[in-house]
C-alpha cells in the first residue's frame, strides 16, 4: 500500500501518481512534491525534529513531529488543500524570518510559535491555531479571512490583519488586541478572554459583533467607524468599556 516507513538524513521526494499516503519518518529534513492536479491527502509523522525545505501538493498535507521537536519551515507552502502542522510536547514550530504563507486553509497545533521572536507574520485562508506555552507576548501581523484561535498562556496577544478578519472563535489567558485595518473585523462568538480585549478598525472598518452580544468579564476597547451586529441595536456587557 501507500503507508511507509522511510529514513534518511536528508530527503528530496518527488511523486507522480495520485494516492492517499501516511508515512512514518525519521529525516531530518524534506523536500516534497506530489501532483498539484489530485485532491489526495498526506500525512507524515517524523519522529524527532524535521525542517521542511518545501511543500506541493493538490490536496491537505498534515506533518506531525514526535518527542518534544520542532517543526521548522524553510519556505512558504504551496497545499492547494488544508496544511496541518502539529508538535508533540514541547515542541515548537519555527517559521521563517520573514513569514509564512500558506495558499489554502492553515491548520497549527504545537507548544510554541515562533521565527527569531514571538513577532510572527502568517497568511492563509482560514486558520485554525492551538498554542499551548505560558506566558509568552505575541505580535503577529496576519493576512486571515478567518481565525480560530486558542492560547493557554496569560501573556500579551496582538494580532493585526491587512484586510477583514472574521473571528470564529478566540480564547485567551492573558490580554488581547485585534485589529483589522480600513476592513471589518466580524466576531462569530464572544471572544473568552481573560485579560484586557481591544478589538480596533482603522478607516472604513466595522466592528459586526454576534446578535447575542460581547460579553467580558475584563475590560473592554472598542474603537470602530461603526458597530452593529445584524442591526445597530447591540448588547455590550464588560467589567469596564471604552468606546
Request: net charge negative; charged share 15%.
Amino acid at each position: 500500500d501507500n503507508d511507509l516507513n522511510l529514513s534518511a538524513a536528508s530527503a528530496n521526494i518527488t511523486l507522480r501518481s495520485a494516492a492517499t499516503r501516511n508515512w512514518l519518518t525519521q529525516f531530518d529534513a524534506l523536500t516534497l512534491s506530489l501532483p498539484l492536479a489530485n485532491a489526495d491527502n498526506f500525512n507524515l509523522t517524523d519522529a524527532n525534529a524535521l525542517t521542511l525545505n518545501s511543500v506541493i501538493s493538490g490536496g491537505d498535507a498534515g506533518f506531525t513531529t514526535g518527542n518534544n521537536a520542532n517543526l521548522t519551515l524553510a519556505n512558504n507552502s504551496a497545499v492547494a488543500g488544508r496544511l496541518s502542522l502539529n508538535t508533540t510536547g514541547s515542541g515548537a514550530i519555527i517559521l521563517p524570518a520573514i513569514g509564512f504563507s500558506q495558499s489554502g486553509a492553515l491548520t497549527l497545533n504545537a507548544y510554541d510559535l515562533m521565527d527569531t521572536d514571538r513577532d510572527v507574520s502568517l497568511a492563509a485562508t482560514n486558520a485554525n491555531i492551538t498554542l499551548l506555552s505560558n506566558g509568552n507576548a505575541r505580535n503577529w501581523a496576519t493576512q486571515f479571512d478567518s481565525l480560530n484561535l486558542a492560547l493557554n498562556g496569560s501573556g500579551d496577544f496582538t494580532l493585526t490583519d491587512s484586510d477583514a478578519l472574521q473571528i470564529n472563535a478566540a480564547s485567551s489567558g492573558g490580554n488581547a488586541h485585534f485589529t483589522t485595518q480600513n476592513a471589518d473585523l466580524t466576531l462569530s462568538a464572544s471572544p473568552a478572554v481573560a485579560g484586557d480585549l481591544q478589538l480596533i478598525t482603522t478607516g472604513v472598518g466595522k466592528l459586526i459583533i454576534p446578535d447575542n452580544g460581547i460579553n467580558h468579564g475584563g475590560d473592554l476597547f472598542i474603537d470602530a467607524k461603526d458597530l452593529q451586529d445584524s442591526d445597530r441595536s447591540v448588547n455590550v456587557r464588560a467589567n469596564h468599556a471604552q468606546l
